[in-house]
């Protein structure tokens, strides 16, 4: 496929919105149906948010999407990801995420939640059937969400029982071995209208794009997964509304990604797993009986056993054999409890408010064990716990009849405790704040304008293991000052909506996650450990575009630029001040037509494309720029569909991991080794419903 500048498509797409906004209102209409962002400390509209998100509903995941989350990160502007794992769980958002996550404190710095259940750095059970927003909120989220939103949060909310859903279901198949299977099913609780239940079971099978000549095997990188999850939403007396959702998954995928060729056929004689078995639990209850006030309490668990290992030569040579494997058992509890003003205060002199507390117990085990030609080399058994506790508060002024002004607070108290087999102990205590101030303004013309300033946080932690410096065996917390201007514009009846922003962020006590390689003939005698930079710097814009083109056509695009830097940091011999950050892409843009006939017919297009970036803060390799189109075409009647796709239509060849070491005897030259992205895919799929 013959590369095309993503700054042409962005001036190309530019021409076409400024055509778009004279163009004839051809009805007054809402097309595009109103969205609202429930991640927030009240549930926002998308467009009177003083931030900037994406939010993909449940036509664009059933249309874009085949079984996972991973089907459809390419939608989302400056949004990166990290791969060493079967399924994305290491994200970054305008450049700030982790790439991955071997030893010592799990501290994330991108939330990930569903239905409310915290799976931060555990991205897996992010199955797409029968979900009905993924929300993803860009820039500090300090306020809401604490110390693992410092770059952001990705919010997936499933569908919500409805007393008249019936069911549905569908099946998919195709090459690669690939299939999947899934049923959605809810009604009625008793006689209540108000109360009703939903549950979803799926699978998804497939042998993962890899041939692995030495076993003479297809399926060493295969998924076998399989989801379940339960809701209820219950009405008590007239007070109290409860809503339960339960999740329980079983992901038991191979790992054989990497080749010394760098290509999709590998040679390891003890091929890898990436599998996890998680389940959860959620309970939000509102009580809403007082005539001014409102009461929310959220509690959930989530707990989730990882096995995760790797053949660390990549070959199978005899006298050369190395492997890797950690067995991580990770667990949490949270409580929120939020009193709120009834209504947002809409008139000057008026105030709405929102006070809350929130608690986290987290505990995670983890065992790593490494060995050389069948003898130990390392075993490490560690145990770490934390405690969070924060309080929050929020209020909302109207300066004018279109203007207001906002802030948040939240104070944050971490407690944690780690010990481990080598004698290793560490308890550090880390305070921390952030926040917002807000300022919306909505013009004459009815656009939407905000300005917001926030401040972000993320815990500090420490490094372990013998080889570690004393001067780096612990690190600081990390804290982000943004500043974000933007807004949103409607156009044509409501069949052109416009919205973009631009952003700086300025990094203190930047966490930078970094490698090492002790003995040129040993590839696992990596030392992993985190520094804290003097400081960096994010900084770019985003846009979305989604015009109704016609009842039959509508297009949407998405763009994002981002620069990074690092303002100073100099570690032993390693100067990487004023260059970009690892995993953060200049350019990324997505455009979308989607396509429907009256008939029954229906097509959707997707292309995605993203710059190249550094892998890795400890060498200075790259990442190639890289595209990918996807297709569907199908036909479709009241209650079945069926769909042909096509998942990178010109096999386009990505990169989505590298690592920069000597891994082949007996000279062990220092090379690239890459995990590359999945090759073409074509399918089919059939859904049914009973209404």
């Not at 058992?329 to 939020?338: E, K």
């Not at 209504?343 to 790593?368: C, F, H, K, R």
């Not at 400890?618 to 569907?632: E, F, I, K």
């Not at 070491?661 to 080794?673: A, H, I, K, V």
Request: hydrophobic share 35%; aromatic share 10%.
């Amino acid at each position: 496929m013959r590369r095309i500048s993503i700054t042409f498509v962005f001036r190309l797409f530019a021409c076409c919105v400024l055509a778009g906004q004279s163009a004839p209102l051809l009805a007054q209409q809402d097309v595009l149906a109103e969205v609202v962002v429930t991640a927030t400390l009240r549930g926002d509209r998308l467009q009177a948010l003083p931030g900037s998100a994406t939010v993909l509903g449940r036509e664009t995941l059933q249309a874009a999407g085949e079984q996972h989350l991973q089907d459809v990160l390419g939608l989302v502007p400056n949004f990166n990801w990290a791969s060493g794992t079967s399924r994305p769980r290491y994200f970054q958002i305008r450049g700030i995420g982790e790439t991955d996550q071997w030893q010592g404190a799990p501290n994330p710095s991108v939330g990930f939640l569903i239905d409310g259940m915290d799976f931060s750095g555990l991205g897996m059970p992010a199955m797409l059937f029968d979900v009905e927003q993924v929300e993803v909120l860009r820039g500090p989220q300090a306020a809401s969400h604490g110390a693992n939103s410092l770059a952001g949060l990705i919010n997936l909310r499933t569908v919500a029982p409805d007393p008249n859903a019936g069911w549905r279901a569908e099946a998919s198949a195709g090459d690669y071995g690939s299939r999947g299977m899934a049923l959605a099913l809810g009604g009625a609780l008793g006689n209540n209208e108000a109360s009703a239940f939903r549950l979803v079971a799926q699978s998804n099978q497939g042998d993962g794009f890899r041939r692995n000549t030495f076993l003479g095997r297809t399926d060493t990188n295969g998924f076998d997964e399989t989801v379940l999850r339960g809701r209820v939403k219950l009405q008590l007396e007239q007070d109290w509304r409860l809503d339960v959702a339960t999740l329980w998954a079983d992901q038991d995928n191979g790992y054989d990604a990497f080749a010394i060729d760098n290509s999709r056929v590998t040679r390891s004689d003890q091929p890898g797993e990436d599998a996890q078995r998680s389940r959860g639990i959620s309970l939000a209850a509102d009580y809403d009986g007082a005539s001014s006030w409102i009461f929310r309490s959220s509690t959930a668990f989530s707990d989730a056993a990882i096995r995760y290992s790797f053949d660390g030569d990549w070959g199978a040579d005899p006298d050369y054999d190395f492997t890797s494997r950690f067995v991580r058992d990770h667990r949490r509890v949270t409580q929120d409890l939020r009193w709120l003003s009834r209504e947002q205060a809409t008139l000057p002199g008026e105030a709405d408010w929102l006070i809350g507390v929130y608690a986290l117990s987290l505990s995670e085990q983890n065992d790593q064990l490494d060995r050389f030609n069948g003898d130990v080399f390392t075993s490490l058994a560690s145990d770490y716990r934390a405690r969070h506790v924060a309080l929050y508060g929020q209020s909302g002024i109207p300066l004018g009849e279109r203007t207001r002004f906002s802030g948040a607070l939240r104070a944050e108290q971490r407690d944690a405790d780690y010990t481990d087999s080598s004698g290793s102990g560490f308890a550090p205590r880390d305070r921390m704040w952030g926040g917002h101030l807000s300022l919306q303004h909505q013009t004459l013309s009815g656009s939407d304008l905000f300005l917001t300033l926030s401040r972000g946080y993320k815990a500090g932690g420490f490094n372990i293991g013998a080889q570690i410096a004393p001067q780096r065996r612990a690190f600081a917390p990390e804290t982000v000052l943004s500043v974000e201007a933007g807004g949103s514009r409607r156009f044509a009846g409501d069949r052109l909506r416009v919205s973009g922003a631009i952003f700086h962020m300025r990094r203190s006590d930047q966490q930078v996650p970094t490698s090492e390689q002790i003995d040129p003939t040993d590839p696992l005698s990596f030392i992993y450990y985190t520094d804290n930079a003097a400081s960096g710097e994010n900084y770019g814009m985003e846009f979305t575009a989604s015009w109704q083109l016609s009842e039959r056509v509508a297009l949407q695009a998405t763009g994002g630029l981002l620069q990074t830097r690092f303002l100073d940091y100099r570690s032993a011999d390693l100067d990487l001040t004023g260059r970009e950050q690892a995993h953060a892409p200049r350019q990324q843009f997505a455009l979308t037509a989607d396509y429907r006939h009256p008939s029954g017919w229906f097509g959707r297009v997707d292309w995605t494309g993203r710059d190249g970036f550094y892998f890795s803060e400890s060498h200075d390799q790259r990442a190639g720029s890289s595209q990918q189109v996807n297709l569907r075409v199908g036909f479709e009647r009241e209650r079945w569909n069926a769909s042909l796709w096509v998942r990178n239509l010109f096999d386009d060849e990505p990169v989505q991991r590298g690592f920069f070491f000597g891994n082949e005897p007996p000279d062990f030259p220092t090379r690239l080794y890459v995990q590359r992205g999945d090759p073409r895919q074509l399918g089919v799929r059939v859904q049914f419903r009973s209404n």
